[in-house]
């Protein structure tokens, strides 16, 4: 259970005053559902304004604080701006300029020859000067106000002004708490203490402050990970050797690479200790890990025990059933496919099996770890990970029982080394980093989206002579509800084009039309799969040999990488569009250029960090492809080895987390939601 002194953090956002229903759509599309959340919604970046006494003094474009006095109400006809000429101490005058209807209002702050505070920035318009709505309009007593001002991430119904006096009131909730950072490393870095570290980042360019934050974060996950590698090595596993009766029988239509050798042997090792097995498959898209987790269960199968594949979706869960029942077919092992969706007498047969051992290998989405799923002897569990997440909470699933089995993990993202550390923290890994003979390179283009014309006839070529193609449509931003309505307006706008040869996929869609439409695709009934970035992970068709990206500027580079993957997989050649806006930053530019050079997934893991990591002056967040919220990457990068250091040594002084830092760090657990962690300390 959540430590008490930490519940006024987790309130809900709505016992923030002045947030009601108007307020929490777009409060939950920025991801603030508690205070915590707003205590932690850290500026983009801060304005700085100058106090002048004069308009003489300003430059145009400048950020300034003057006190004015209105002069005379201009209205304009039609739609055109209203003006209120305003006087400074010297004479000089200027427009405070309001569009659209906020005339009243502006009247009501603004009274004719009543001196104001104004805040905003100096523009000129034909000979005159003006403010366009100002930021700020105060009586001319209430001082000054602040002179350097957050600028925070915003979405639709909200406005720095009030996204900052939420912060604030948030901040309000935060009472000090016990430290839980090694006292030399707070003093050497200058780093402030946990509330105070929050209060300053809110209020300026406090690197400090904001390295702290950020090192509490990494360090909850090095933490979180450490304590999970822990449990799991208290724990005894079942060593299994296999006599190779079954792999022998298996009929690979290829040899398998230098890489997947060794990765089996690395495997075969680790599972024949009784410490269970804690490793990590890394390869790119396409590297073969099929095939390796095969060999695993195949051993655990040999030596008597049952093996268990989680995949993240349903649909990856039906196709690696399918393949693994294939490629295992000469064996005679049985294999069952579980997921959500099985109900009444087909599913309690497979429970029976699981429970008797007559099913040997299962293939499922989380709903192989239910409660009411009880095995035989399951010794083997292999996790095809989603690339956004981090692996810890997974792994939890694993460790409940007594026999703790032995656990592969698999990730298709290759990830910079650095972050390697922060995802899968102090795992074995195996990388799989030679990719089997004869791949067709992809074809890969950057088209401006002016050219959709051009792209959709070369669409309709490709369909004509019978191929088949994806469309990736944008993220909108990270909100399933908009990307939502992108794919459905894209998908509708090409069914006008293509008819019934178009199929939707996304997300929201019941897992039954998912598959439907999916199987239509896999058939060739439908030639063109429209999509949201559900199809990023593991779909495997390989007739489907054109892909187009819909605003791939948008998307994480890893990312891109991934979806491209989905192309190229036969034997044909394959072509990649990525369509670009006309607006294109420069970093933008080259690592769109990048993804045209190489399909090196882990040069452009590593490059694409160079790429963003660089001149970032605060953090940029990172949503998608770490972890991470409050760190950036370049704070990952020269953070993270510190902490992963710092929490080696408190869980070798406490790994109960029981003295006085312990506690301290029990609560950094919970405030970054990392307690899967904390549990495994009770329960082990
Ligand atoms: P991943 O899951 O790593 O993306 P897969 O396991 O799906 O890759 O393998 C991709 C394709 O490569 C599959 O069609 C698989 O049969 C094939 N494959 C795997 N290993 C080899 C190999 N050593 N030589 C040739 N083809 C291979
Ligand atoms: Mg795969």
Known sequence: MRPERLNPLFAAADSLKGVGPNLSRPLERLGLSRIRDFAYHLPDRFVQRRAVSDLDEASVGENIVISLTPLEYRSSAGRGPFRVLASDAAG??????YFGRNAGWARKQLPLGEKRWIAGRLDQFGQMLQIVHPDHVEPAGAGLGQLCEPVYPLSDGLTQGRIAALVQQALGHAEDLPEWIEPTLLEREGWPKWREALIEAHRG????????????????????????????????????TGDGHLRTKLHLPFALT??????????????????????????????????????????????????ALLAPTEILARQHFETLRRMAAPTGTTIALLTGRDKGRARESILMGLMDGSIQMVVGT??????????????????????????GQRLMLTQKGKRTPHCLAMTATPIPRTLTLAQYGEMDVSRLDEMPPGRQPIDTRVVAI??????????????ESGHRAYWVCPMVRENEVDDLAAAEARFEALRVRFGAAVELLHGQMKPEAKDAAMERFVRGEAQLLVATTVIEVGVDVPEATLMVIEQAERFGLAQLHQLRGRVGRGEDNSTCLLLRSDMLSETARRRLALMRETQDGFRIAEEDLELRGGGELLGTRQSGDTPFRVASLEQIQRLLPLAHDDARLLMERDGGLTGERGEAARLLLYLFERDYGVQLLRGG
């Open 92 to 97: 000089n005058v200027c427009a405070l300029t």
């Open 205 to 240: 360019e406090h690197a400090a402050a904001r390295d702290r934050l950020a090192y509490d974060e990494l360090l909850a996950n090095s933490l979180a990970l450490m304590l999970v590698r822990g449990a799991n090595r208290a724990k005894v596993g079942t060593p299994l």
């Open 258 to 307: 230098g890489a997947q050798r060794r990765a089996i042997a690395e495997i075969e090792g680790d599972m024949a200790q009784s410490a269970p097995m804690l490793r990590l498959l890394q390869g790119d898209v396409g590297s073969g890990k099929t095939v390796v987790a095969l060999e695993a269960m195949l051993l655990a199968v040999e030596a008597g025990t049952q093996a």
């Open 366 to 391: 989380h709903a192989i770890f239910q409660d009411t799923v009880n095995y035989r002897n399951l010794a083997l569990v292999v996790i095809d990970e989603q690339h956004r997440f981090g692996v």
């Open 450 to 463: 002016e050219r959709m014309d051009d792209v959709i006839g070369a669409l309709g070529r490709h369909i």
